[in-house]
């Protein structure tokens, strides 16, 4: 019995003894290691954070593999001899850093860098693995990877803040391949000079030795032991089961014997592992105590091929399967395009991450046990595999469907391995008797396809299909026939993937026509049945049929397409590679026109004619989403993009873009956040206990009997805030919030109390076993929509102050009018803020009722005061420390309060440090977001477009508490009042229900505003059947409007920059020759449409007083401190470049060195008051302006000592400068507290995008092709984080209005509590090509340096990608209206260009408005014209 663990954490060597079997890497790294690198973002597999590598040395042939592992889910235990390494690994600021770390920085690739780390990781295993290919020696200064390589090497990791692109950049700046030209803005280059390899930090200058040398014999064994069990306890022996083991056995014979043994004992649970990657699916708490790992059984990790195809064994992982069927690709097989399309489909699925570890056999028994949505067993099943499993009493060959359909199997069923058919009687035609006797050549067709909210993978599939067909040419009439067929279908609410048997039956022997066509769709949908309560059943059914239509329609004698064909690869690369892509398939030829002609049309078995079609393509209309049509052997670079930004060193080195500051310590993961904080000695943990009522009153809470358990320690409640405290858990100038539910809950994942244990895990686990009795009886029914708040007048009042002001005479202009549109409504959801690092808190209590609290906070003043309120001390006993923030968003602000005064309550009781780290799912249920709000508008136009009056009504939903939302009809109209409507009145309620509490996110009701004015702007268009973007020219201000409905806020003439930038727009997108192509393009393409949509913001923004503090100390370095938090935006930076530019007054070119010596601390609450908050895009401004205000007392101060020194010496060195003032005893530390000028305390921001997108007809699917960006910036303090802000800003905002579904289930309760459900950008869903250009609009006197914000306003931009999909689906709607038949009326889909279209206008929706059942229809339109 072996009874230690060996393996490297970067080069280092651990031994555990003691571990409990289910201890993730994760927690091991986190709680026992100095490496803090690996992030817990999510838990689950979802976002990457804690990706490390993964190194195996193989004794045999010495060679070591490395690969990415996201450790939330590996297993300590099966690491036995192997080595790790963390981003603190790769370099640090100690050794030096990577070139990784280095770029990433360079490149302006960091914000908040929670998910750096892993972000370097991946990149650095893409490096390290494409070093190992055979490939030709790279160029100097490059590595061996291809810049398409590169750009799908952080697939799978997300990053909330920077939009991607930079990042994609730092990757690409590895490549072998890579136009230097095409990099982005970056500080290696300086201003126009061109980028050259030699001034990039040198890649491979440290070598990283991925496993060390001691480990080797280690491993060598590990490999030669036979009897592997690991004996290990859990740690303590806190744990109720003290005898928990790890197998692993290394022959069959020895995994049956430990499974028969382990049945034996009484009541003992089994788990067998092979990847682990389902405890990120079912997170079911842990309670086997026999964990068997099965990946060291040479019968489950064979690869085996012969003529019948190719075995793969269960536990083989899907890069390893990937990999083996790209090699009987290269084979050149028959079947190897069969193998081709199955490794492309597996390529997408999950991350490359999971892949790497997620075994074939655990997707199958996974997706055969538990339902799971398997993309692996559907396209398998369609490739008609079987499998061989073991039973405790034989071994059985199981077609894969049989395997499907046996009952879920059990912990004492194995899979032993798959095997996947060559269909080698196709490589030489077949010749078959037809029906009337003539001869015919088989061959054979094979597609899969998916739809899923991330193209290439990370999101499972709203459903999957992979399809095989015989096809057959009957010589005596031309015609093809179908001949057998499997149509497999999965993931749309089915217990399993299954072949749709009625159909292939029915289709079998026929030539397709239109009319077979359609009836088989009609058969299809009677199969293709969600099951009850599975979300978008409808979409999920019209995803079948699109697909089935897209697999035959090739075949489909009489099916008219489009006469001339758009050369795609002129307009846009990536749709041409798709289309490139496509042609592989072997249909290029096909789709001629209304004959067909099998000589062109050989599938997949033909590999040559493949290669022929693939020479060929770029001339076809593609449509469906085959998994095939994104991948390609050879891609090209998906991504494109420019950045035009205006350096000026006027006030240098504010102005520069200037490095962000620390970002290579968050590359490398040393950057500390707030559960980066050692935890102290005894400290201890929380999880918060959460109602799942959203109104109840509270009878009992049944935790007395956990208290026994080990590792718990306490429930803390109401009862525990001591005497003089307040249940207090937030508090805004519009009220407060409770901390604790009391004898009612109010709303489900209401805080009850929080459960305290030794450990984060025994705290959760503990938590989630607390048993709350709800009362409802003698209750009103909650509040779970805004209409039941008016009904029961639920209102948050809105201050008089923060009441927006009319403009005109609404009736009277509306009476005028030449059209009206009366009372249309308009439905915007909410949004969560997904911050990379979840809500945290750490607090210490300390002498005479003092505490320190730690927190990732917005708002550390406003934390002072609510937990000073909460324990009833006084302020000067609450210390509250924020040094970063791993993304904030506002979700940071008033949200982050309740977390913190619930560790500091915890910590008060107990008198010992206890932090909380929430888990992802329970941030995402207490968080509340955005908020929703259901408009109904009303608007008067003349027949020239111009708008004459327009009155809303919003209902807000607020949630539960105050918090900010009595700001929003103000934010809202703000910016709403972009466009002259002439007049405007509106009506607002801020409702109270019985949902979280929702709060200010990033252009919290600004975006709304935005969204709501371009929906009224479209639909005027639509109404006058005009185009959008000349009525938005026709309403857009004249100054003096601008300055009827913005007031004070508008400066001079000058400062009104938007017609320009509109202007400056126009010319650099080239919107009017791109608007021609896309008529063309629309003409000539059925299934896919396109359009383009450009459009102005104005937001406003009230720089707020905030406090600076400059210290200068003995050796000549300066301390900064600044009341705004670091939460990514670069303030720190900012406020460094200030201190520089200011202090350098001193000196004319002393700047640069200055600069060098100045750290910006962590915002202390005690030490420097009136932080104020982080919010509202102007704290860094406003942090510049006091620093500024500092750094000049400290330059009064020590201009007379310098210019006394001058006198003495003829240079005066920045030391010497410091020295002489200290002996002078000058005081060196400068106070300041900065207000904003009356007549300046507001501004605004001008910016203009415009965005082309293109839908697709037959999934929903949206790609944005391309956006374009102009933005004010003013005089950017710092480009570089300027324009990180804007693309960060703008791809949060495609978010928003595209992809993130926020829902609750008839409870109130959020069900999007987890990276499976919620779906934020990913690098697949960003723009294709995205240019930013900045406008500068020259010297404002009134601002801080004449700069602008950047923060916030870019987000509203992102509404140019939701109405260029309204003007793609009017499109889809044009051609739908098209198909006239008789029978239209029974269809009845609506196909009107005037739609309404909310957000998120997710791929469902699109498709919906597009016509759920536009393929029928298009269908029936041939039937009824022949
Ligand atoms: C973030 C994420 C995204 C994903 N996306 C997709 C997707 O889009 N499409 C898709 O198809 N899949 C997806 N998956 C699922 C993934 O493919 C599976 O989790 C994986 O294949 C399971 O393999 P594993 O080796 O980790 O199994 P494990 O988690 O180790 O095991 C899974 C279950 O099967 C049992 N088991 C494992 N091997 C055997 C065996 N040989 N015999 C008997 N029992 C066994 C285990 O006891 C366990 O109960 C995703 C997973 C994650 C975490
Ligand atoms: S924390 Fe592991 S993938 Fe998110
Ligand atoms: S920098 Fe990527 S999440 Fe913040």
Same mark, same amino acid.
């Given at each position: 019995m072996k009874q230690r663990l060996v393996f490297a954490v970067n080069g280092e060597k651990k031994e555990v003894f003691n571990i409990h079997p289910s201890t993730t890497l994760l927690e091991f790294l986190r709680t026992e290691t100095p490496y803090k690198g690996a992030k817990l973002g999510c838990g689950e597999g979802g976002c990457g954070a804690c990706v490390v590598l993964l190194s195996k040395y193989n004794p045999v042939n010495g060679d070591v593999e490395d690969f990415t592992v996201n450790s939330c889910l590996t297993l300590l235990c099966s690491l036995d001899g192997c080595s790790i390494t963390t981003s603190e690994g790769l370099g640090n600021c100690r050794d030096g850093y990577h070139s990784v770390h280095q770029r990433i920085a360079g490149f302006h690739a960091s914000q908040c860098g929670f998910c750096t780390p892993g972000m370097s990781i991946s990149l650095f295993s893409a490096l390290i693995n494409a070093d190992k290919t055979s490939g030709s020696k790279p160029p100097n200064g490059f590595s061996k990877l291809t810049v398409s390589e590169a750009e799908r090497?952080?697939?799978?990791?997300?990053?909330?803040?920077?939009?991607?692109r930079p990042i994609i950049d730092t990757c690409k700046s590895f490549c072998r391949d890579v136009d230097m030209e095409d990099l982005g803005f970056n500080s290696f280059s300086k201003k126009g000079e061109p980028l050259d390899v030699n001034k990039l930090p040198p890649y491979n200058q440290h070598k990283v030795c991925t496993f060390p040398e001691f480990l080797k014999p280690e491993t060598k064994l590990t490999y030669e032991f036979s009897e592997r069990n690991l004996n290990l306890v859990d740690k303590n022996g806190m744990d109720e089961l003290r005898d928990r083991t790890w197998a692993s056995p290394s022959s069959m014979r020895e995994l049956l014997n430990v499974l028969a043994s382990e049945a034996n004992e009484n009541g003992a649970q089994v788990k067998i592992v092979a990847g682990n990657t389902s405890s990120g699916i079912y997170k079911r708490p842990e309670t086997c105590c026999r964990f068997i790992d099965i990946r060291h059984i040479p019968e489950l990790l064979v690869i085996r091929r012969d003529d019948l195809g190719i075995e793969i064994g269960a536990c083989v992982t899907i890069s390893k399967a990937i990999k083996a069927l790209d090699e009987e690709v290269s084979l050149e097989a028959a079947s190897s395009l069969i193998f081709e399309k199955i490794a492309n489909h597996m390529n997408i699925v999950a991350s490359k991450f999971i892949r790497n570890t997620a075994t074939l056999g655990g997707n199958l028994i996974i997706a055969q046990r538990d339902e799971f949505p398997s993309d692996?067993?559907?396209?398998?099943?369609?490739?008609?595999?079987?499998?061989?499993?073991?039973?405790?009493?034989?071994?059985?060959s199981l077609t894969l469907e049989e395997f499907l359909e046996t009952p879920p199997c059990d912990s004492q069923t194995l899979l032993i391995s798959i095997q996947i058919p060559s269909w080698n009687q196709f490589h030489s035609p077949s010749k078959t008797n037809g029906r009337n006797g003539s001869e015919r050549e088989k061959r054979l067709m094979f597609e899969t396809y998916r739809a899923a909210p991330y193209p290439l993978g990370g999101a499972l599939a709203y459903l999957n299909a992979a399809f095989m067909a015989e096809v057959s040419v009957d010589e005596s009439n031309g015609d093809l026939v179908l001949g057998s067929l499997r149509l497999a279908f999965g993931a749309y609410g089915t217990r399993h993937a299954m072949r749709a048997k009625k159909v292939e039956e029915f289709l079998e022997g026929k030539s397709l026509t239109p009319e077979i066509l359609l009836e088989a769709i009609q058969i299809l949908k009677m199969f293709i049945f969600p099951k009850e309560g599975i979300r978008k059943s409808g979409y999920r059914s019209?995803?079948?049929?699109?697909?089935?239509?897209?697999?035959?329609?090739?075949?489909?004698?009489?099916?008219?397409?489009?006469?001339?064909?758009?050369?795609?690869?002129?307009?846009?690369?990536?749709?041409?590679?798709?289309?490139?892509?496509?042609?592989?398939?072997?249909?290029?030829?096909?789709?001629?026109?209304?004959?067909?002609?099998?000589?062109?049309?050989?599938?997949?078995?033909?590999?040559?004619s493949h290669k022929e079609a693939t020479t060929n393509g770029g001339s076809i209309s593609v449509h469906g989403q085959s998994a095939q049509s994104y991948l390609s052997k050879k891609p090209t670079s998906f991504f494109r993009s420019m950045q035009m930004v205006e350096v000026h060193g006027d006030y240098g080195p504010v102005g520069l873009p200037t490095k962000k500051v620390a970002t290579e310590i968050q590359a490398s993961g040393e950057a500390i956040y707030v559960d980066d904080i050692p935890s102290p000695k005894d400290c201890l943990y929380g999880a918060f206990v959460y109602s799942q009522k959203p109104f109840a009153s509270v009878k009992h809470i049944e935790f007395d009997s956990l208290m026994e358990s080990p590792g718990v320690v306490s429930f803390v409640s109401v009862k525990d805030i001591p005497k003089g405290g307040e249940n207090i858990g937030s508090e805004s100038i519009f009220g407060k919030e409770t901390l604790f539910a009391d004898d009612l809950t109010e709303y489900a994942g209401q805080p009850i109390g929080v459960l305290i244990a030794e450990t984060q895990k025994h705290a959760k686990r503990a938590a989630d076993q607390v048993k709350v009795y709800y009362d409802t009886s003698g209750l009103r029914q909650p509040i779970l929509s805004v209409e039941e708040a008016v009904a029961q007048s639920s209102f948050f009042e809105v201050p008089e102050f923060f009441c927006p002001k009319q403009v005109g005479d609404f009736s009277k202009a509306l009476a005028e009018a030449d059209h009206k549109?009366?009372?249309?409504?308009?439905?915007?959801?909410?949004?969560?803020?997904?911050?990379?690092?979840?809500?945290t808190a750490l607090a210490i209590p300390d002498e005479d009722n003092c505490i320190t609290v730690y927190s990732s906070t917005q708002v550390p003043e406003t934390t002072q005061v609510v937990v000073a309120k909460c324990l009833g001390v006084p302020e000067h006993n609450v210390r509250v420390i924020t040094r970063r923030v791993g993304g904030g968003f506002g979700g940071k602000a008033f949200r982050s309060i309740p977390v913190a005064v619930a560790c500091a309550l915890a910590a008060h009781k107990l008198r010992r440090p206890v932090r909380m780290y929430l888990d992802r799912q329970t941030d995402m249920i207490m968080t509340g977001g955005r908020h929703p709000i259901k408009v109904t508008y009303t608007v008067g136009f003349n027949s020239d477009g111009k708008i004459t009056a327009l009155h809303f009504d919003a209902l807000i939903d607020a949630g539960i508490s105050p918090d900010t939302s009595p700001i929003m009809p103000k934010t809202i109209v703000n910016a709403l009042k972009k466009y002259n409507w002439g007049s405007l009145s509106f009506d607002f309620k801020v409702c109270k229900t019985n949902f979280p509490s929702k709060s200010a996110m990033r252009a919290p009701g600004d975006a709304q505003g935005s969204f709501i004015a371009e929906t009224i702007i479209e639909h005027v268009a639509s109404s006058l059947s005009m185009d959008a973007n000349s009525i938005r020219e026709k309403n857009l201000h004249t100054f003096s409007s601008l300055n009827l409905f913005y007031g004070d806020s508008v400066e001079n003439a000058a400062s009104y920059t938007l017609p320009l930038i509109m202007d400056k727009l126009v010319s650099s997108s080239c919107l009017n020759q791109r608007i021609q192509t896309i008529q063309q393009f629309n003409s000539m393409n059925r299934w896919k449409k396109r359009e383009i949509s450009l459009l102005p913001i104005i937001y406003e923004v009230s720089p707020r007083p905030t406090p600076g503090r400059v210290s200068i100390l003995n050796d000549g370095s300066i301390v900064v401190e600044v009341g705004g938090v670091e939460i990514g935006q670069g303030l720190w930076t900012k406020v460094t470049q200030m201190t520089a530019f200011t202090l350098g007054q001193l000196w004319k070119k002393g700047n640069e060195e200055i600069l060098e010596k100045i750290r910006v601390v962590q915002s202390d609450t005690i030490s420097l008051v009136q932080g104020g908050y982080t919010a509202g895009s102007t704290t860094s401004e406003s942090s510049c302006a006091a620093v500024g205000l500092a750094c000049n007392i400290l330059v009064e101060r020590l201009a007379p000592i310098k210019a006394n020194l001058l006198g003495k010496m003829q240079l005066v060195s920045w030391d010497a400068l410091v020295r002489q003032a200290h002996m002078q005893a000058v005081n060196l530390s400068a106070?300041?507290?900065?207000?904003?000028?009356?007549?300046?305390?507001?501004?605004?921001?001008?910016?203009?995008?415009?965005? #082309?997108? #293109?839908?697709?007809?037959?999934?929903?699917?949206?790609?944005?092709?391309?956006?374009?960006?102009?933005?004010?910036?003013?005089?950017?303090?710092?480009?570089?984080?300027?324009?990180?802000?804007?693309?960060?800003?703008?791809?949060q905002g495609i978010g928003f209005f595209t992809l993130e579904e926020h829902v609750v289930n008839s409870e109130g309760m959020v069900v999007s509590d987890g990276t499976w459900t919620y779906k934020i950008p990913n690098i697949d869903t960003i723009p294709k090509q995205f240019n930013v250009e900045f406008f500068s609009s020259g010297h404002h006197k009134k601002r801080v340096l004449s700069s602008k914000a950047s923060g916030e306003p870019p987000l509203l931009l992102a509404v140019s990608v939701h109405c260029a999909m309204r003007g793609a689906i009017k499109e889809a709607r044009k051609e739908l209206q098209?198909?006239?038949?008789?029978?239209?009326?029974?269809?009845?889909?609506?196909?009107?260009?005037?739609?309404?279209?909310?957000?998120?206008?997710?791929?469902?929706?699109?498709?919906?408005?597009c016509g759920l059942e536009n393929v029928e229809r298009y269908l029936q339109s041939l039937v009824h014209h022949h």
């Open positions: 090497a952080i697939a799978g990791n997300l990053c909330r803040c920077t939009g991607y692996i067993a559907t396209i398998l099943l369609g490739a008609g595999s079987s499998v061989t499993i073991q039973t405790p009493r034989e071994t059985l019209s995803l079948a049929v699109g697909f089935l239509f897209d697999f035959l329609s090739p075949l489909v004698k009489g099916l008219a397409e489009p006469k001339q064909r758009l050369k795609l690869e002129e307009h846009d690369l990536f749709v041409s590679s798709k289309i490139q892509n496509k042609s592989q398939n072997g249909y290029t030829n096909a789709v001629k026109g209304d004959s067909f002609d099998i000589k062109h049309h050989n599938g997949v078995t033909n590999c040559n549109i009366l009372s249309s409504k308009v439905e915007i959801g909410s949004q969560y803020y997904f911050y990379m690092e979840t809500q106070n300041a507290y900065w207000t904003p000028d009356m007549s300046s305390s507001s501004y605004l921001n001008f910016g203009a995008a415009a965005s #082309e997108v #293109e839908i697709d007809l037959l999934t929903g699917a949206t790609t944005i092709l391309r956006t374009d960006i102009t933005y004010d910036c003013g005089r950017s303090l710092n480009p570089a984080v300027d324009l990180g802000q804007i693309e960060g800003a703008f791809v098209s198909y006239k038949t008789s029978s239209n009326e029974q269809i009845g889909e609506d196909c009107s260009a005037i739609f309404r279209m909310d957000t998120p206008a997710t791929m469902d929706l699109v498709k919906r408005l």
